[in-house]
């Protein structure tokens, strides 16, 4: 996927549908089919216990992940290659408590775990957190800058940066799902 077409896609839900499974299934589901082509990428929100075939237990606890990225097919029973879990959350999400324990719990599977809002990624593992944020900064702060994912004031706009940060989140992805 194209960063225009990212940038397209994250505005019309936040003016028009603001969601979380439109960001989920409509935008960072099929950027990440781009970049993975072979690798599965699953919606997974909706498994709330184990279900033919699936054992939940291998990426979800009390909370489900939004999306998985594997190395195989993620519904086998013995074995899930998983190599990520995402939650992803709206741009105007202000829940920052309840996601640091979805965040805390998904990494209690020994996967690297990513919380995105779709402007903002961060990306938990061993430890560290590392932040990509895809929008820039405003000339009268309206907000603390850049803001984490769940804690940002209600937008109706975002200033997007442009093509190098995408790169890196890209890179970012592709390098915790390794």
Not at 16 to 42: G, H, I, K, M, T
Request: overall charge positive.
């Amino acid at each position: 996927m194209k960063y225009d077409e990212y940038k397209q896609r994250v505005n019309y839900f936040l003016k028009n549908d603001n969601r979380e499974v439109n960001y989920q299934n409509r935008v960072v589901l099929p950027f990440l089919e781009s970049l993975f082509p072979r690798n599965c990428v699953a919606d997974v929100s909706q498994l709330t216990k184990n279900w033919k075939g699936i054992f939940r237990e291998q990426f979800a606890g009390l909370y489900t992940p939004d999306l998985l990225i594997t190395n195989n097919a993620w519904r086998l029973k013995d074995h899930c290659d998983c190599r990520m879990i995402l939650e992803i959350k709206t741009p105007t999400a202000r829940d920052r408590t309840h996601a640091e324990k979805e965040v805390d719990e998904y990494l209690c599977k020994g996967i690297p775990v990513v919380l995105t809002n779709c402007i903002t990624w961060e990306f938990f593992w061993n430890g560290q957190k590392e932040t990509i944020n895809l929008e820039q900064k405003y000339s009268i702060k309206p907000y603390n800058f850049p803001c984490d994912v769940c804690s940002r004031p209600d937008i109706r706009h975002v200033r997007w940066k442009g093509e190098n940060d995408w790169v890196k989140l890209k890179e970012l992805i592709l390098k915790y799902a390794k």
